[in-house]
């Protein structure tokens, strides 16, 4: 059995990890902190997991998190760079939920994340947990990275084309809609049900912290410099990311439903949608998937791509889990199989 320890259990995507991994087979979990509910029943906060997981929460430290083998951090940016060294030194393995090992330059993380990185070296050595880009090299990482819930719905949209050459790499648009758990479970004016109940709008027009993240993901898959606008935005429903991926098409590209199903056949958990499907984000809620789907609108040369998950689920705790069989030896989709609610 693995060893499990949560670092921010209290959090949504730290309770959806423990909804998931409750009734996940080869795991016990064994340590879940929280500095500001520490000596509470996890069930006592959550009543949802009564008779699923037993115990309280623990403050964080790495004297209580020595005996796991594996740590998820569901913690804020800032907090798993400053505890990940001491767990590895110990031969804890790192799953970051968070954005800290994500960008492999310390000066881009610097600059977005608003202080120096204190582990630059571990930015080298963190594996991007994304299965469907860097599925062998998570195999036998012992720190990931786990993508943010935006740029895991841009990038899968967007990977097909990029990495065949099928489209203009100097102007792809995404123009994406969060639910406001997205922001966390924090209590913030801004997130009142009065601010955010009855009003769609966009932010971080200007940068968000996740456009050099998509940006290097694509870069990545193309091998060379991207031009991307990426346009988040809140409206109002809990959980969900719906995104809209506008690209233009070069000369000679091809089948494009076939070019998709092509790149993702036997992928657990993408989804390609039949063609003229409109992807709906209540079909993915609670489930480790993404539905996509392409379209060619009627006039000029552009494409469209309509990608949508569970910002909780494939966008965070799910796709850790799925980064953590991958590690483990464990079949990919042991603890993920369900199906979503409708309605
Ligand atoms: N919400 C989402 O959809 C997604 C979130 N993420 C990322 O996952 C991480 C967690 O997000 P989310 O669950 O929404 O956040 P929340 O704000 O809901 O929860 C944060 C958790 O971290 C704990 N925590 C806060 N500060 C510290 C600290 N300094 N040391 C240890 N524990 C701390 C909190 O408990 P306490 O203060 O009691 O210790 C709480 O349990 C963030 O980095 C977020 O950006 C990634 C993808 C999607
Ligand atoms: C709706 C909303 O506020 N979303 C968050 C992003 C979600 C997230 O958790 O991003 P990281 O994992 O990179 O921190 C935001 O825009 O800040």
Redesign the pocket.
């Given at each position: 059995m693995i060893r499990i320890g949560i670092?921010?259990?209290?959090?949504?995507?730290?309770?959806?990890l423990l909804r998931i991994l409750a009734l996940h087979p080869e795991c016990v979990i064994s340590v879940v902190?929280?500095?500001?509910?520490?000596g509470k029943r996890v069930d006592e906060l959550y009543p949802n997991l009564r008779g699923f997981v037993d115990g309280v929460?623990v403050e964080?430290s790495a004297n209580a998190l020595a005996g796991c083998d594996l740590v998820f951090?569901?913690?804020?940016?800032?907090?798993?760079m400053?505890?990940a060294e001491a767990l590895l030194a110990q031969g804890v393995k790192v799953i970051?939920?968070?954005?800290?090992f994500r960008l492999k330059d310390p000066a881009v993380w610097a600059h977005w994340y608003g202080e120096s990185h204190v582990s630059p070296h571990l930015l080298q050595e963190a594996v991007y947990g994304l299965p469907e880009v860097n599925r062998a090299l998570i195999r036998s990482a012992r720190l990931i990275a786990?993508?943010?819930?935006y740029p895991?719905s841009v990038q899968l949209a967007l990977l097909p084309l990029v990495e065949s050459g099928a489209i203009r790499l100097d102007r792809i648009i995404a123009d994406v809609k969060?639910?406001v758990?997205?922001?966390?479970?924090?209590a913030e004016i801004p997130m009142l049900m009065s601010e955010t109940g009855e009003s769609l709008k966009a932010y971080s027009v200007k940068g968000h912290r996740h456009w050099p993240e998509i940006r290097q993901g694509l870069e990545q898959a193309a091998g060379q410099t991207v031009g991307l606008t990426f346009v988040p935005h809140l409206i109002p429903m809990i959980?969900g990311i719906h995104a809209t991926v506008y690209a233009e098409l070069n000369a000679g590209y091809g089948d494009l439903q076939a070019l998709f199903e092509e790149r993702y056949r036997g992928e657990p958990f993408v989804d390609i949608l039949p063609p003229g499907s409109h992807p709906d984000t209540r079909n993915v809620r609670g489930v480790n998937r993404c539905q996509i789907a392409v379209h060619r609108p009627l006039e000029g040369n552009t494409v469209v791509i309509l990608s949508v998950i569970d910002?909780?689920v494939k966008?965070?705790a799910g796709q850790a889990v799925q980064n953590m069989n991958l590690m483990f030896g464990v079949e990919e989709t042991v603890g993920l199989r369900s199906v979503g609610l409708y309605p």
């Open positions: 670092v921010g259990g209290t959090g949504y995507t730290g309770v959806e902190t929280s500095r500001s509910d520490a929460f964080p951090f569901a913690t804020p940016n800032g907090t798993a400053r505890m970051d939920l968070s954005a800290d786990c993508p943010g819930c895991t969060s639910g758990s997205g922001a966390g479970r924090k959980r910002n909780l966008g965070a």
